[in-house]
T-cell receptor
Framework: EPEVTQTPSHQVTQMGQEVILRCVPI?????FYWYRQILGQKVEFLVS????????KSEIFDDQFSVERPDGSNFTLKIRSTKLEDSAMYFC?????????????FGPGTRLLVL | KNQVEQSPQSLIILEGKNCTLQ??????????LRWYKQDTGRGPVSLTI?????NTKSNGRYTATLDADTKQSSLHITASQLSDSASYIC????????????FGSGTRLSIRP
C-alpha cells in the first residue's frame, strides 16, 4: 500500500541553524500539508500546499518557515533559523482530492530537537 | 472559539473489554469529523470520517457516532486488543476550508493483558 515517507526520522540542530525536513507524498496526490506536534501537546496545522503554492497557513507558520516542492516527488519544510520552541514532531500529509471526506494520509514524522 | 475537547484524557482497560471515548466540539461551520489512531512516535492513521448527515460509521471493531445537534461524537471500541493501545484523536474540519482542521488533545488508551 502506498504511504507517505519522511526523512530524516530524527534531527538534532543548534539554535539559529537552518533545517530542511523532507517528505515524499503518495505519488498521485495533489494536496500536501505540514503539521507539528510539540511533545505532550495536540497536533497543530502549519500549512497546506496545492498547485505549487501555499493555499493556507496558520499563525504558527511565520516568516521563519517556508515550503517547496522542488521536483515531482519531494515536499520540503524549511525552518530558516531554528528556535528552542521549534522542537517538535513534524508530520507531512497528503491527499488526492479536495473533496469532503477525502482522507489525509500522514507520514511517520520527523522528530526535531533544537539545542 | 473553535475547539475540540476529548475525554477522558487517559483510560486503562483489560484486554477483551469494550470502551467508549468522547469528543465535544464547538467548531463552526462544521464540515466533517474524523477519528484517528496515533501510535507513539508515529503519524495519525484515519479510522472513520463522518459528515453532517451521518450518525454512525463502523470500521471493524471501531464504531463512531455523531450527534451534530449537540456537537458530540463518540468512538466505541469492541473487544479490545493489546494493539489498540494508542492515542485516539478527534479531528474536526471547518466547512470554510478543507485545510482548516482542528485537533483534539486525544485520549491515551492502554490495554492491559
Amino acid at each position: 500500500e502506498p504511504e507517505v515517507t519522511q526523512t530524516p526520522s530524527h534531527q538534532v540542530t543548534q539554535m539559529g541553524q537552518e533545517v530542511i525536513l523532507r517528505c515524499v507524498p503518495i505519488s498521485n496526490h495533489l494536496y500536501f500539508y505540514w503539521y507539528r506536534q510539540i511533545l505532550g501537546q495536540k497536533v497543530e496545522f502549519l500549512v497546506s500546499f496545492y498547485n505549487n503554492e501555499i493555499s493556507e497557513k496558520s499563525e504558527i507558520f511565520d516568516d521563519q518557515f517556508s515550503v517547496e516542492r522542488p521536483d515531482g516527488s519531494n515536499f520540503t519544510l524549511k525552518i530558516r533559523s531554528t528556535k528552542l520552541e521549534d522542537s517538535a514532531m513534524y508530520f507531512c500529509a497528503s491527499r488526492d482530492r479536495d473533496t469532503l471526506g477525502e482522507t489525509q494520509y500522514f507520514g511517520p514524522g520527523t522528530r526535531l530537537l533544537v539545542l | 472559539k473553535n475547539q475540540v475537547e476529548q475525554s477522558p484524557q487517559s483510560l486503562i482497560i483489560l484486554e477483551g473489554k469494550n470502551c467508549t471515548l468522547q469528543c465535544n466540539y464547538t467548531v463552526s461551520p462544521f464540515s466533517n469529523l474524523r477519528w484517528y489512531k496515533q501510535d507513539t512516535g508515529r503519524g495519525p492513521v484515519s479510522l472513520t470520517i463522518m459528515t453532517f448527515s451521518e450518525n454512525t460509521k463502523s470500521n471493524g471493531r471501531y464504531t463512531a457516532t455523531l450527534d451534530a445537534d449537540t456537537k458530540q461524537s463518540s468512538l466505541h471500541i469492541t473487544a479490545s486488543q493489546l494493539s489498540d493501545s494508542a492515542s485516539y484523536i478527534c479531528v474536526v474540519t471547518r466547512y470554510s476550508s478543507a485545510s482548516k482542521i482542528i485537533f483534539g488533545s486525544g485520549t491515551r488508551l492502554s490495554i492491559r493483558p
